[in-house]
């Protein structure tokens, strides 16, 4: 049988469930209720076998022991008030960041970000905790086994490991959170069984996040984490911006940032960028349009450079340069005007005919990420955040 922190145990009797939603949509939208007035509310599942017609699953919404009285009365004004499809029109308009986390030192850092944006945002944040399976593969804790000599009880110890684990990393975060006057900001959690990269993405379709944003470990570290195939398999699944946050990185706040949107002169890069504004556009930026040259000097590129340029300063009022960067290696070019310029997130799109493209696959990610130490923002060509 496995053992859990009985103090943590403690920490989680402090929660009390107050109300459990058949319609998903009234308990996030309840968790939205009670955050703008102060109090952290949690939601989880009831049962992952359960679920409606359209395939959603019950939720609960658990708050401290402490907010009890106060959350009944405002689930109360709340059911009174809301006419049927109110509910739905109100959440519409409330922009969602999805965090997958493990509970890591890294992990930690990429929250930090996460709740940075969401203030400037006016935003709601998903922690995400994929746990494992005991039976997938006929493994479990590195011994091999059949399905049947496991039994339920064991899967529910797991689970309640990894919310214990979730509690206790919240409660880590307190301070930092309070450090950094980001301790308002609306948040929840959920945790999932299986596959990481499956169930971030399967998660990313349901609740339509504004963004992803996660964090990465450094190379030669352990592999258990959000690095190689399971990032790209987030990136190559998702449709919504990626924000990936080197292991390095550490949170100073988000005052200002210089940002480098790398641009390869496709037609997704207007698209791309007006995305990049609508997520910046709360904060102090400098944005460096910039083209990495690995051929012969060539006056169409130059000449697309000046039209992007013309275009960028006409639309938008943000203080922003164009460059072409003349350079064999792009990667080597990206990094040089990094540390030359003081770049704080590298940005670009991918469509998979663009030369950026290839900064997706393993060793240029993690080029990318971990010898620049730069957070990087990751753009599809065919989305739109607004």
Known sequence: ????????????????????????????????KLGLEGINAFIIEVDEDVKDEAGSRPLKVQVDAKDVEKSVQILCEMKGQLEP????????????????????????????????????LNAEIKLIHVYKDPFMGGTFLGQRTSYESFSQNVINEIKQMAQTSMLH???????????????????????????PEYQIVKMSEEY??????????????MPNDLIGSVT????????VPILAIPEKWEFKGLDKMNVLYATDFQD???????????????????IDCVHIETDEKNPW????????ESYLNKNYQEE????????DNLLSGIQEYVDKMDIDIISFTSPKRSIFYKLLYPNNLKKMIFHSQVPLLIFHSNINTE
Do not use: W
């Open 320 to 327: 922003i340069k164009c460059h072409i960067i003349k350079n």
């Open 1 to 32: 049988m496995l053992e859990s922190n009985p103090k943590k145990k403690e920490t989680m009797e402090n929660f009390v469930v107050i109300s459990t939603f058949p319609d998903p949509r009234e308990a996030y939208y309840l968790r939205f």
């Open 268 to 286: 997704s890069d207007f698209t791309a960028f007006n995305n990049l504004i609508s997520i910046l556009s709360p904060f102090s930026v400098r």
């Open 169 to 195: 990393f919240i409660d880590e975060l307190k301070d930092e959170l309070k450090k950094f006057d980001l301790d308002d900001v609306r948040f929840h959690y959920v945790l999932k069984k299986g596959k």
């Open 232 to 239: 790209l398999k987030i990136i190559e699944n998702t449709k």
């Open 208 to 221: 339509r996040p504004y963004m992803i944003i996660l964090g990465t470990k450094g190379v030669g570290q």
């Open 301 to 308: 590129k130059e000449m697309q450079l000046f039209k992007l």
């Open 85 to 120: 499809g109110e509910i739905e029109q109100k959440i519409k308009g409330i922009k969602r960041i999805l965090v997958p986390v493990d509970f890591s030192d890294y992990s930690k850092s990429a929250t930090l970000f996460a709740f940075g944006i969401a203030k400037k």
